[in-house]
């Protein structure tokens, strides 16, 4: 028995809470991950895993040995690149999770300088607005904005993003330009953006002079992805609150146009997500430090701050 390979098996499977999904993520048939981990409980003498035709659960000599197994398989993993040119040239596969939005126009432009730095690494990038379960579909992080929801996970902020209300020029020449944020609740219909996970609906936030205003604004049409939410408002389908540089572009050629400007909104956190419990891997570590670093320095998101923070 491989030992090694039969505790990251047993790993994955409790992580991905079903053989299939865990033979999937190991890229190896699901007879062979099997196998190992009755090898595994053969070589241990004890039951680490419960099986049913839905769903595989932990013992609690599985439980234990799981916190083990996989301090001891973080500890070989950074032991090895500590040994190897992995610190200068770090290299393997890394699962990172982002908004569609972030994605589409911050990330994924600048990373021909991520490769050009570390060319050995091998990103799979999962582009999506949904929430994520991170150890179940083993996600090495995940990039999001807003509030973190779960205190056990480990968090590294790397930014802020601003917010900036604006509408169509189609829609203002229908409804006029509202004057005050509780006109959206009566005359003038919004674009409003729902939570993909628990369907909740997000406010309008407004701020101005000391008060605040929390907006639940009527609509036609409510959307769970950033694209086309602003594609919504381009539409001339409501009035929408969206990060700046999202519609920056589209401000300046004058297919959205700012309203209700003497109001503000707190602008929200950008956060780098990892699981619990686990070690950064030296590919991680240097993705981590380059994408703080691209949030900090990108002009896009810089530039629209200011754009906020001046009221249009």
Same mark, same amino acid.
């Given at each position: ?9 047993? *790993? ?37 895993? /419960? ?62 300088? %991520? ?9 799979? +990038? ?22 973190? *929801? ?50 909740? %609906? ?21 959307? /769970? ?30 297919? +959205? ?10 602008? %929200? ?7 619990? /419990? ?13 994408? @703080?670093?691209? %949030? @900090?320095? /990108? ?14």
């Amino acid at each position: 028995m491989d030992q090694l390979a039969a505790m990251r098996a047993f *790993v994955r499977v409790v992580e991905a809470g079903t053989f299939t999904r865990a033979a999937d993520l190991l890229e190896i048939p699901k007879p062979t991950l099997t196998k190992q981990v009755q090898a595994l409980e053969a070589h241990l003498r004890t039951k680490l895993l /419960n099986r049913t035709t839905r769903r595989v659960t932990v013992t609690p000599d599985g439980a234990a040995y799981y916190e083990r197994a996989l301090a001891l398989l973080n500890d070989l993993e950074e032991l090895d690149g500590s040994m190897t040119l992995s610190q200068a040239s770090p290299r393997g596969r890394l699962r990172v999770d982002i908004s569609t939005s972030l994605a589409s126009l911050i990330l994924i432009p600048a990373l021909p300088d %991520f490769f050009a730095r570390y060319p050995d690494i091998q990103l799979d +990038l999962g582009v999506t607005d949904r929430s994520v379960d991170l150890v179940g579909e083993s996600v090495d992080c995940v990039v999001r904005g807003g509030d973190l *929801v779960d205190p056990s996970l480990v968090a590294r902020r790397i930014g802020d993003i601003h917010m900036i209300t604006c509408a169509s020029p189609a829609y203002l020449k229908r409804y006029g330009e509202p004057v005050h944020p509780r006109d959206l609740e009566e005359d003038f219909p919004t674009v409003r953006y729902f939570n993909a996970r628990t369907g909740r %609906f997000l406010p309008l936030e407004f701020i101005r002079d000391g008060e605040t205003l929390e907006s639940a604004g009527r609509y036609m049409i409510a959307v /769970n992805e950033g694209n086309a939410y602003v594609q919504a408002g381009l539409s001339g389908l409501g009035v929408l609150q969206a990060p700046t540089f999202m519609v920056q572009e589209h401000i300046g050629a004058g297919d +959205l146009v700012p309203v209700l400007t003497s109001w503000t909104t707190d602008p %929200f956190p950008v956060f780098v997500v990892f699981p619990p /419990n686990r070690h950064l891997s030296n590919r991680l570590r240097v993705f981590v430090d380059w994408v @703080a670093d691209l %949030f @900090a320095d /990108n002009d896009l998101i810089q530039r629209r701050s200011r754009l906020a923070a001046r009221g249009g």
